[in-house]
């Protein structure tokens, strides 16, 4: 898990205060035959950069779950990151009261030459869990991700669905106090997700933080407090999700071809 700095007598859980992200990119020079071998050779490029994310104000209340609607590229997946700290902004400032999980891409983490043992140990490291703590959680995560029989078998062989419930289990059994996902609140099939929502329910009751980007807001009806709309770089809506989905609905139509998402998800 990332370093976070924490301030513990913050009254918000999250805060985002005037952010700024900056995304470089390198860019080629133009040119062809030796000349364009040459440039590759000795690394020439031009930097040029965008702004994915400008002058972004917001705050997350304790025990809060809040839905983060945009079209594609809207930087959402960059919110989660600058939330959970594993980006840093160009302008401004995030503070956090409470240490934040980031549930993104969890999977790349696994070793497949590693057994599944050993990925638990290595991922609920990576998660800020100790050695002693992964040791006392090991059981239920690898009955809870159906695992048990293969427990010290090699991950190379597991579907990514199973990787993806392995990732899952293990992130809930941080019992971080915030958590951001990026499309993986729930995962595996119909019955897993129905486990997976139950579970994210319970831990809702009990007062955890939710930070969650999806494409499908609907099938969580009822978990959501609120949404937040990103667009353009910025925050273009933060209220009521009914209200955001509404918006996102018309910045869909406005430009069909700047998003892939379903409509039957609205």
């Known amino acids: 898990m990332a370093r976070q700095r924490l301030d513990p007598n913050l009254e918000a859980m999250l805060l985002f205060a005037d952010v700024g992200i900056n995304i470089a990119k390198g860019r080629r020079r133009q040119g062809g035959g030796r000349r364009h071998r040459l440039r590759r050779f000795v690394g020439e490029q031009s930097r040029t950069g965008s702004w994915v994310l400008r002058g972004v104000t917001a705050q997350v209340a304790a025990g809060e779950s809040v839905a983060v609607l945009g079209l594609k590229n809207s930087g959402r997946t960059e919110f989660l990151r600058l939330a959970a700290g594993t980006l840093i902004p160009d302008e401004g400032e995030v503070r956090r009261r409470a240490p934040v999980l980031p549930m993104i891409d969890l999977g790349r983490a696994f070793d497949r030459g590693f057994t599944v043992r050993q990925n638990i140990y290595l991922l609920g490291g990576l998660l800020g869990m100790t050695p002693g703590e992964v040791e006392v959680a090991l059981p239920a995560?690898?009955?809870?991700?159906?695992?048990?029989?293969?427990?010290?078998?090699?991950?190379?062989?597991?579907?990514?669905?199973?990787?993806?419930?392995?990732?899952?289990?293990?992130?809930?059994?941080?019992?971080?106090?915030?958590?951001?996902?990026?499309?993986?609140?729930?995962?595996?099939?119909?019955e897993s997700r129905k486990q997976c929502l139950d579970q994210v329910e319970r831990l809702k009751a009990a007062g955890t933080t939710f930070l969650v980007s999806t494409d499908v807001p609907r099938k969580f009806e009822g978990f959501f407090d609120r949404a937040i709309v990103l667009h353009n770089g910025g925050i273009v809506a933060d209220g009521a999700v009914a209200d955001g989905l509404a918006l996102l609905r018309e910045l869909r139509l406005a430009s069909p071809a700047a998003d892939t998402g379903k409509d039957d998800t609205l």
């Open 141 to 190: 995560i690898v009955e809870n991700a159906k695992l048990a029989p293969n427990i010290d078998k090699y991950l190379r062989g597991a579907s990514a669905l199973t990787r993806q419930k392995l990732a899952w289990t293990i992130a809930m059994a941080t019992k971080a106090p915030v958590i951001v996902a990026d499309g993986m609140l729930v995962v595996g099939d119909v």
